[in-house]
């Protein structure tokens, strides 16, 4: 892996903005099914659709749920300097670059790939505490730890 310097504030700051644009975009998707329930006429011809409508409408208040519980957790995330992982560390391995935040997965920051994991997801867990030099494996994944940020 290339050896790249990261701005770990510039970091959480675009985390946090792609929570907050997941929520718009879902937002955007609930008003619509909303608003699309209530112009399904009500005779028993549209049970059936009006019914899919409210499974969509409770996935959707779900995810949303889950969304802003990611919203709160970002607010824990700290910028604090640190030589060991822990919540708000940037680790970069061998393989891969996981920040420690939310469970939000795979994205893209400044051209290179990065995963944003959960404290409580096996990977963090693994290597929470871990300094750089450090080497650990994980589902027969061997990593070494080039970089604690």
Known sequence: MQKATYNKNDLRVFVRDMISGKVKTLEFYLNFTL???????????YDSIREEMQDEIYHLDKQMANLKNMQQQMKKVLNSESDHAKLGSLVITNKARFYISVSLGEFFFEGDRFYAISPESPMAKKIMGMKAGEEFTLNKIYQKIEEVI
């Open 35 to 45: 608003e699309a329930s209530r112009e399904v006429k009500k005779t028993s011809k």
